[in-house]
């Protein structure tokens, strides 16, 4: 049995709930007025961008913490927006991939200005720098403890096009 949290860490766990939440709502509203897609079908979007321009669907919501069912729901949004389309693995007949569209690589170049600004309001404006890198290092080594991998900060000029 792990030990009693004392009124600090019990507050830093608070904290990161409530600027975990806090801070996807600001993005969920900064995505939708300008694209009219939610922030959750713009984080499939880069996920897929991020790897190369598809994955498969299960490894997809393994990566953005969602079920299978959610996600299905997210990417035949993104279907019907002509954002990412679905097709079956060329390895596996049973296995789908979720594509990013050209349009869905275009709408990310649109955005990722108004995404710039809501993140330096948000989080880099309030921080001096040494607490950015520091916050940057804690949560990476939180990210990692969780999720097993650490991910985060690729900007669009530093990801390949699938095919490259």
């Known amino acids: 049995m792990a030990e009693k949290l004392d009124s600090v860490q019990l507050a830093l766990f608070e904290r990161l709930i409530d600027v975990g939440k806090l801070l996807e709502r600001r993005a969920d509203r900064a995505t939708r007025d300008h694209t009219g897609i939610k922030y959750s079908q713009y984080e499939v979007l880069i996920r897929l961008r991020n790897a190369g321009g598809e994955l498969r669907m299960t490894e997809l919501a393994n990566k953005l913490v969602s079920t299978p069912s959610g996600l299905t729901y997210q990417v035949g949004q993104l279907e019907k927006a002509g954002l990412a389309e679905r097709v079956l693995a060329r390895d596996d007949e049973r296995g789908v991939l979720a594509r990013i569209t050209d349009a869905g690589r275009a709408l990310l170049v649109e955005v ?13 404006e309030p921080l001096d720098p040494d607490d950015v890198e520091a916050l940057h290092r804690v949560l990476g080594q939180l990210q990692l403890h969780l999720r097993g991998e650490v991910t985060g900060g690729l900007l669009p000029d530093q990801v390949r096009a699938a095919g490259d």
């Open 112 to 124: 990722s200005q108004t995404q710039n600004d809501m993140i330096v309001d948000a989080v880099i």
